[in-house]
């Protein structure tokens, strides 16, 4: 969702009001302010990931099932379309009365339960922005944008992916929506101490519910690992392997040659005193097209042959491909495991930030300040190692 700045001012903090912060908390608050804005970049990217892992587990499961029906001689299967609209990914539950969800039913599910989650980054981004801008004595708006986010998130329904991340996405939601009210409604002075304070407890539950999330979604991509070992298990069963990783493909067996048209006896071989039969025009006719047809039949021959063994050919290196392109999306799962747990990590340093931001504008003691800094520190250090593993797991 797009930020606009410059929107209707409802949050008005100003130096020329009641009240002055004191040197410490500005301080605290400039630098956390800081690098909480930073963020927004690089946290925000973390519900489209999983959308996108589901998505290659889905294109797995389609060779899967095409391999399956051809090794059966059941024909090639459904398209790739039909495949995910219809193939049943998530089956039903009578319990809580959710029907079977398709692949392409199941993926949006995960998307749809990580909007909150996107919408939180970027109100956390913008209250650090307002502290960075309030530690510079400058006024500070929050508009309409948080509002309608605050109203989204109030109106959230929990995603039926029949899992955890469902329920993590709405409880991300229901902690946004307390948020950014508070940053909408709330109107203070000058009196950054109190603001900060205020904000706490909104900020320390919003980055709990956060860090459900992340863990749900880390053990989704874990599942979606596991399907795909699952899957290149049941292919190498039904191909008769017995590989624990992509099959090397097979080398073509070289086709034996044409044999070469018989040769013609030598002029020297024939009698001496035999007469070449006379021939009629049309005969001779006739037994040329013979040869025609002959060598035509040879090279047909021939070409059936190489038809056949690269039938053979492909149909060994099947398996062998989709043994390749499993491996390849268990490996990008692992990088997309690390890469949320490297998010937990992230959260928790925000928490401790937050609580440590509060401290000192409750005390404005320098050792406060220092320990708030080093903590910061760590936390945009976090950003930057995150940031390089999130580039590579695009690549």
């Known amino acids: 969702m797009g930020l606009r700045a410059g929107a209707a001012a409802l949050l008005l903090l100003s130096g020329g009001l009641v009240g002055c912060p004191q040197p410490q908390i500005i301080d605290a608050a400039n630098a956390y302010g800081k690098t909480t804005a930073d963020a927004v970049a690089v946290a925000g990217s973390e519900p489209e990931t999983v959308y996108t892992v589901c998505k290659k587990r889905a294109y797995l499961a389609y060779l899967n099932d095409r391999l399956a029906h051809e090794k059966l001689g059941a024909g090639l299967g459904p398209p790739y379309e039909e495949f995910f609209n219809q193939a049943i990914a998530v089956q039903a539950d009578p319990s809580s009365r959710r029907p079977a969800l398709s692949y392409q039913q199941y993926c949006n599910a995960l998307r749809d339960a990580g909007k909150p989650f996107a919408d939180a980054v970027a109100v956390l981004s913008r209250y650090g922005s307002a502290l960075e801008a309030l530690s510079g004595d400058a006024a500070v708006t929050i508009g309409d944008d948080v509002a309608l986010i605050s109203t989204n998130a109030g109106g959230f329904v929990a995603a039926a992916t029949g899992n955890e991340v469902g329920a993590a996405g709405a409880a991300v939601a229901s902690a946004l929506k307390a948020f950014a009210e508070l940053l909408v409604k709330e109107r203070v002075a000058a009196d950054l101490e109190a603001y900060v304070v205020a904000a706490d407890p909104h900020v320390q539950r919003l980055l709990a519910a956060m860090a459900r999330y992340d863990r749900a979604v880390k053990q989704e991509v874990a599942n979606q690992r596991n ?16 590989t624990n990783g992509p099959a090397p493909a097979p080398a073509p067996t070289p086709l034996a040659p044409a044999p ?24 001779a006719a006739l037994r040329d097209e013979l040869e025609r047809v002959k060598q035509a039949l040879e090279r047909e021959r021939a070409d059936r042959r190489a038809s056949a063994q690269l039938r053979r050919d492909i149909n060994a290196l099947k398996p062998a491909l989709f043994f390749e392109l499993a491996s390849s999306f268990e490996e990008q799962a692992r990088g997309v495991e690390a890469e949320y747990a490297k998010y937990e990590g992230l959260l928790q340093k925000w928490q401790t930030a937050h609580a440590q931001l509060v401290k000192v504008a409750q005390t404005d003691a320098r050792n406060d300040l220092a320990a708030l800094r080093g903590t910061v520190g760590d936390l945009a250090a976090r950003l930057k190692e995150l940031q390089v593993i999130i580039e590579g797991n695009k690549k």
Request: charged share 15%.
């Open 227 to 242: 399907d795909i070992r699952a899957s290149i298990n049941a292919i190498e069963g039904l191909y008769g392997l017995a």
């Open 260 to 283: 070469p048209p018989a040769a013609a006896p030598p002029a020297s071989a024939a009698p001496s005193a035999a007469k070449p039969a006379k021939v009629s025009p049309e005969v």
